[in-house]
């Protein structure tokens, strides 16, 4: 009940700063499509901290060196997640499909907090491996009268959102402070994504 109470406080502070976008449509694209499958990562903590975490993972990968992960990192993860959503679709299903979500918080902090730095490469194939759980567990829970194009351009562009609001975050703690207020944010994620683990 708590876990709920906070996702619904963090994506109401989350919409207050976002586009209107979801409250634009009416009927059943209000009910289950567009409005819906954006609204589906900000209601689920585990899926807008994963978010989030990629988005500052970028930014710690590109202070370190690997510029081109600002944008392939997060890409990476959308491109798969996009995957992932449609194999649900299609009837495919993951095991351990909770805590592969809650894991890839836990990790992605793991990764943020760490002394070393990852090739983007590496960090792409990684965050794509996190979203593929992502996206089938959005794929899974698609009402059944929501339009699935516009339910996954929903879930898609909240994504990209929250990606960018990771990469904001991670750039103006570089700016304001120095690359340790990332790894320290890092290590509230891993924290966090602990107690997703054991409360799963």
């Known amino acids: 009940m708590r876990r709920h109470a ?62 081109r992960a600002l944008w392939t990192v997060p890409l990476a993860f959308v491109a798969a997640m996009a995957l992932g959503g449609g194999a649900a679709l299609a009837g495919f299903a993951l095991p351990g499909l909770e805590l592969g979500i809650a894991g890839s918080v836990l990790l992605l902090g793991l990764l943020i907090a760490a002394p070393f730095v990852v090739p983007a490469g590496a960090a792409m194939a990684l965050v794509a491996a996190f979203a593929l759980f992502h996206g089938v567990a959005h794929g899974l829970e698609m009402p059944l009268a929501a339009q699935p194009a516009l339910y996954g351009f929903g879930f898609l562009l909240a994504t990209a959102l929250l990606h960018g609001v990771g990469v904001g975050l991670g750039l103006g703690a570089g700016r304001l402070a120095s690359l340790r207020s990332v790894r320290l944010a890092g290590g509230a994620l891993a924290l966090a994504g602990l107690w997703l683990v054991a409360a799963g």
């Open 6 to 67: 906070l996702s619904v406080l963090l994506a109401s502070a989350l919409a207050a700063l976002l586009p209107g976008a979801a409250l634009a449509h009416t009927g059943a694209e209000h009910l289950g499509g567009f409005a819906t499958g954006f609204a589906h990562p900000l209601l689920g903590l585990d899926h807008l901290l994963a978010m989030v975490g990629v988005g500052l993972w970028a930014t710690r990968l590109a202070a370190a060196g690997e510029r």
